[in-house]
């Protein structure tokens, strides 16, 4: 596709409620990542992928989050037992580049509220 | 560690006014330097990049040096318009696929 395509837009979860969080990166991009931007904060990195293989899961906050990315191509962030500090704007973004920051795209992302 | 520091916002201008948003740096090693522009309801987009000292990085009008010695990356425009009025985050990477943000700064540009 022409852009980072990020589903849904918006999602209101109960607190304990799993959810599921979708990237669709730019067609042949490489490079996935996730971020996590709280609001008035700048984004925090959670994970990283290079085509199915995830190399750098460090930002995860704990064993909730979970990412996938199977076929190297859409990107799945899965939030299990949502709690309310789990709401924030979740960020993907795709690189053509192996090494990221040169030319990354990004989704307009999905803004999670657990009430 | 290696972080990133903005001045806070918001910034608020008149149309055509001069535009300096600080950010100042500390890293281990020689990062590359960036600022990424947030419109609202839109996602991040790069605006401008420097990969190594005294590189300057400009576009659209914006324009930012990298200080090695001074260890910043200022973000200047000459003349601001109103649509430049967005959130504007610094960041620094060194070269491990990551990207370090700074908090971000408002800018709000009034006619």
């Known amino acids: 596709g022409a852009g980072v395509s990020q589903s849904p837009r918006y999602k209101v979860a109960k607190r304990g409620q799993d959810v599921a969080l979708r990237c669709d990166p730019i067609?042949?991009?490489?490079?996935l990542f996730w971020y996590q931007q709280a609001l008035g904060q700048g984004p925090e990195f959670l994970t990283y992928f290079q085509n199915e293989a995830q190399l750098d899961k460090s930002g995860l906050p704990s064993d909730r989050f979970f990412a996938e990315r199977p076929e190297g191509s859409v990107s799945t962030l899965k939030i299990q037992r949502t709690q309310q500090e789990d709401s924030a704007v979740y960020l993907c973004a795709s690189s053509s580049d192996r090494v990221g920051g040169y030319g990354y795209t990004f989704g307009s992302g999905t803004r999670l509220t657990v009430v | 560690g290696n972080s990133v520091t903005q001045m806070e916002g918001p910034v608020t201008l008149s149309e055509e006014a001069f535009l300096t948003i600080n950010c100042t740096y500390t890293?281990?090693?020689?990062?590359?330097l960036f600022w990424y522009v947030q419109y609202p309801g839109e996602g991040l987009q790069l605006l401008l990049k420097?990969?190594?000292?005294?590189d300057k990085g400009s576009n659209k009008g914006f324009e930012a040096t990298y200080r090695k010695e001074t260890t910043s990356f200022h973000l200047e425009k000459g003349s601001v318009q109103v649509s430049d009025s967005a959130v504007y985050f610094c960041?620094?990477?060194?070269?491990?696929?990551?990207?370090?943000f700074g908090t971000g700064t408002r800018l709000q540009v009034f006619p």
């Open positions: 420097a990969t190594k000292a005294d």
């Open positions: 067609s042949g991009h490489v490079s």
């Open positions: 960041a620094l990477t060194l070269n491990t696929d990551k990207l370090i």
């Open positions: 890293a281990t090693g020689y990062p590359s």
